[in-house]
């Protein structure tokens, strides 16, 4: 079975502090997908990232980087230098073809940047 | 960009009332598939569609949902009997392909909240 674990409820930084999102992942299967989604108040689900099991290097966009490491099932989010704009609940989310392609996705994370 | 597009934005409904969530996926996406995300938890699986079919569900989606691509670009989802306990934002996502290609982004639209009172 697919699991995602996001073990912060909630999270308040101030502007300009490092922020890390942390995901833990269960499953099985060898080929599987992780994916970070924003959701701000507006509600929408916005893709951040997307990455495959067989690829654990690490991704940095802007102020946004990730760090995947099978040895420990994570994938987590860091945001350096964060905004108010970054206030929002962030999803991790698990894919495999073997359980037909559906998002699993953790509980959330709701991160508050206070000015 | 190409987006899902969802309608309507905001559904209110009374108990017992049958209910139809609309999407148009991305145009050249094959897979489709519904979410649905009560107030304040995490988003959950309901069911994926390929080939005019269904390829999964999970058991949220019971004998009162339903799916159906009717023409080329909608791709719809029916509650036949709403309970207060479908109350809930519903995503629609398509993608291009299925994550045996390893292409599996799937672009979720912006949601349709369904009160039912």
């Known amino acids: 079975a697919q699991k995602v674990t996001q073990a912060q409820t909630e999270i308040s930084v101030v502007e300009k502090e490092d922020v890390t999102l942390d995901c833990v992942y269960e499953?099985?299967?060898?080929?599987?997908?992780l994916f970070w989604y924003k959701q701000p108040p507006s509600g929408e689900l916005v893709f951040l990232i997307r990455?495959?099991?067989?690829?654990?290097q690490n991704e940095i966009s802007g102020r946004y980087s990730w760090n995947f490491q099978k040895s420990t099932s994570s994938f987590n989010f860091t945001i350096t230098a964060s905004q108010v704009v970054d206030s929002a609940v962030y999803f991790c989310?698990?894919?495999?073809?073997?359980?037909?392609?559906?998002?699993?996705f953790g509980t959330g994370t709701s991160l508050t940047v206070i000015p | 960009e190409p987006e899902v597009t969802q309608t309507p934005s905001h559904q209110v409904t009374q108990m017992g009332q049958e209910v139809i969530l609309r999407c148009v996926p991305i145009?050249?996406?094959?897979?489709f598939y519904w979410y649905r995300q009560i107030l304040g938890q995490k988003v959950e699986f309901l069911v994926s569609?390929?080939?005019?079919?269904?390829?999964?569900k999970s058991e949220i989606f019971d004998d009162q949902f339903s799916v159906e691509r009717p023409d080329g670009s909608n791709f719809t989802l029916k509650i036949r009997s709403t309970k207060l306990e479908d109350s809930a934002m519903y995503f629609c996502?398509?993608?291009?392909?299925?994550?045996?290609?390893?292409?599996?982004?799937?672009?979720f639209g912006p949601g349709t909240r369904l009160t039912v009172t």
């Open positions: 996502a398509s993608s291009e392909a299925g994550g045996d290609r390893g292409e599996n982004e799937q672009y």
């Open positions: 499953t099985r299967d060898t080929t599987y997908y």
């Open positions: 990455r495959n099991s067989f690829d654990e």
């Open positions: 989310a698990l894919s495999a073809p073997n359980t037909g392609n559906q998002f699993y």
């Open positions: 145009s050249n996406h094959l897979y």
């Open positions: 569609f390929y080939n005019n079919e269904i390829s999964e």
